[in-house]
């Protein structure tokens, strides 16, 4: 009976880790220390592979650089469970679980480290900004292309436990995102659309090993909320990467697996 329950508990969450126009970064999260320290991570979700790099230049500071790249600019797969050639149901009343879009996106941040005195818990803060792409073809419906730019701020706090050979915690993101929307149908009709995004992502980690490598697992969740959302529709054939009334179509759930490689500072 348990087994089912996970089962019918795990659906959903596969069902909603699938690409789409905006996927939740998978963030620098170093709990550094002291001065000198060094972090890389490098690995893959159900949609992306990513890699991401943390240096502390001193006791107090440190900075992040972090992207991510989804299966579809190198594969014929937009994600784990969805091919290209995936076909739309055929039930126009059945949900649409296919993923979409291939999404790109870079950022850099910085922050203040090292913030709780007692060892071994570790409290860091960081702010930087991004910029991301999502581009795609509908080719079961006219060939239509669909293409957004944006631009995203954020903040971001993380708080762990920290030792040799494990770690963890969570790391919880607000962040500010404005987007630049182009969808051209039926090659001729070109419809844009400007609008801003809040989201709220908490995520939790544990990494776990030696001293220097450790293997890394991340369970994180995006909320978003559309600011001024439209009513424009095209009927069953909406645009690509809005609903529900023009809101963001966004990957909700995110799961990550890679290693990280770590050098500690003098």
């Known amino acids: ?119 071994p818990m570790r409290l860091e803060v960081f702010g930087g900004i991004g910029m991301g792409r999502a581009t795609d073809i509908d080719h079961f419906n006219n060939d239509n292309r669909y293409k957004t730019d944006y631009y995203a701020f954020f903040g971001q706090g993380n708080f762990g436990f920290k030792k040799q050979l494990f770690e963890a915690g969570i790391s919880i993101r607000l962040a500010y995102s404005y987007f630049n929307y182009t969808a051209n149908i039926y090659s001729r009709d070109l419809y844009q659309r400007e609008f801003g995004v809040i989201h709220a992502e908490p995520m939790l980690f544990a990494r776990v090993g030696t001293e220097r490598l450790k293997f890394v697992y991340r369970l994180g969740v995006n909320l978003a909320l559309t600011m001024d959302p439209t009513e424009e529709y095209t009927g069953y054939n909406e645009y690509r990467g809005l609903h529900d009334q023009g809101k963001l179509s966004h990957t909700i759930f995110h799961i990550s697996i890679g290693m990280s490689y770590r050098i500690g500072g003098k």
């Not at 890389?40 to 159900?46: C, L, R, V």
């Not at 937009?78 to 679980?97: C, G, I, Q, R, V």
């Open 1 to 119: 009976m348990k087994r089912y329950i996970i089962i019918l508990l795990a659906i959903p969450i596969v069902l909603q880790s699938c690409s789409s126009m905006y996927i939740p970064a998978t963030r620098s999260i170093p709990l550094f220390e002291k001065k000198g320290e060094f972090q890389a991570e490098a690995g893959i979700s159900t949609n992306s592979i990513y890699a991401n790099s943390s240096y502390a230049f001193t006791d107090n500071f440190a900075a992040s650089i972090n992207g991510n790249l989804s299966y579809g600019n190198f594969s014929n797969r937009y994600d784990l469970f969805t091919h290209k050639k995936d076909e739309p149901p055929s039930d126009l009343w059945w949900p649409d679980t296919r993923g979409d879009f291939s999404h790109r996106y870079a950022e850099v941040s910085v922050g203040k480290i090292n913030m709780l005195p007692t060892f």
